[in-house]
C-alpha cells in the first residue's frame, strides 16, 4: 500500500482556524495528524538541542518558550532554516509512522500541515484548506495572539498567501463568519467524503 493513499492534507494560513476545524472533524470521527503537535512535542524532547541551537534563554524547565523562539525565527531567515534543517526530518519521521497505521484503516484522515503547499515535502494527492479573507485573518491573529499590526503581518507574510493556498486546494472550508457555519462547513465537508467513499453503504 503507498503511504499517503489515504491521505488529506489540512492546511490554511495563520489564525484561519485550522486547529478548530481539526477538532470539529475528530468529534465527526475523522482522524487527524498534527504537524504543528508533533513539532512542539519534539522540540521539546530536544530542547538541550534548541538551546545550544539558539541559546538557553529560549529553554526553561524543560520545555521549548516556543513564542519567544519565534520571535527570532520570523524575523531571520537563517535561524529559521537552521530550525527546519534540523526539526522537518524528525517531524516527517512521526507523521510518516502515523500515516502507516491510519493507511491500513483504509478511509480517509487528515493530516495538518500548515505548510503543505511551501514545502512540496508530501506526497499527498488531495488537500482542503481552511478559508478566511486576509483582513479578517489579520484581525483574528492580532487579537489572538496579542501582536502589532507588524508583527502579524511579519508572520503571516511569511507563508504562502490564503488566496493562493486557495486557489490550490481540492476543497475549501469557509472560515469566515461564526463558529455555528464553521460547523455546517466541516459537517457537509465530512458528509463528501463518505459518499465518495462508499461509507454509508459499507457500514449501513
Not at 481539526?22 to 538551546?51: F, R
Not at 493530516?111 to 488537500?127: Q, R, T, W
Not at 484548506?129 to 492580532?142: F, S
Request: aromatic share 10%; net charge negative.
Amino acid at each position: 500500500m503507498k503511504l499517503y493513499e489515504y491521505a488529506i492534507a489540512l492546511t490554511g494560513g495563520i489564525a484561519t482556524g485550522k486547529s478548530t476545524v481539526a477538532s470539529l472533524m475528530k468529534l465527526h470521527g475523522i482522524a487527524v495528524i498534527d504537524a504543528d503537535e508533533i513539532a512542539h512535542e519534539l522540540l521539546d524532547i530536544h530542547h538541550l538541542e534548541i538551546a545550544r541551537m539558539f541559546g538557553e534563554q529560549y529553554v526553561r524547565n524543560g520545555k521549548v518558550l516556543r513564542t519567544e523562539l519565534g520571535k527570532i525565527i520570523f524575523t531571520d531567515e537563517a535561524k529559521k532554516k537552521e530550525l527546519e534543517a534540523f526539526i522537518h526530518p524528525l517531524i516527517r519521521e512521526e507523521i510518516e509512522r502515523r500515516a502507516a497505521v491510519y493507511d491500513s484503516r483504509e478511509f480517509p484522515y487528515l493530516i495538518d500541515i500548515p505548510l503543505f503547499f511551501e514545502n512540496g515535502a508530501y506526497d499527498i494527492k488531495d488537500s482542503v484548506v481552511v478559508y478566511t479573507p486576509p483582513d479578517v485573518q489579520l484581525e483574528r491573529y492580532m487579537k489572538r495572539n496579542g501582536l502589532s499590526e507588524e508583527e502579524a503581518k511579519i508572520r503571516i507574510n511569511s507563508q504562502m498567501s490564503i488566496d493562493e493556498k486557495k486557489a490550490r486546494a481540492t476543497w475549501v472550508i469557509d472560515n469566515s463568519y461564526k463558529l455555528k457555519h464553521l460547523q455546517a462547513e466541516c459537517e457537509a465537508f465530512v458528509d463528501r467524503i463518505k459518499k465518495e467513499t462508499n461509507y454509508y453503504e459499507r457500514y449501513k
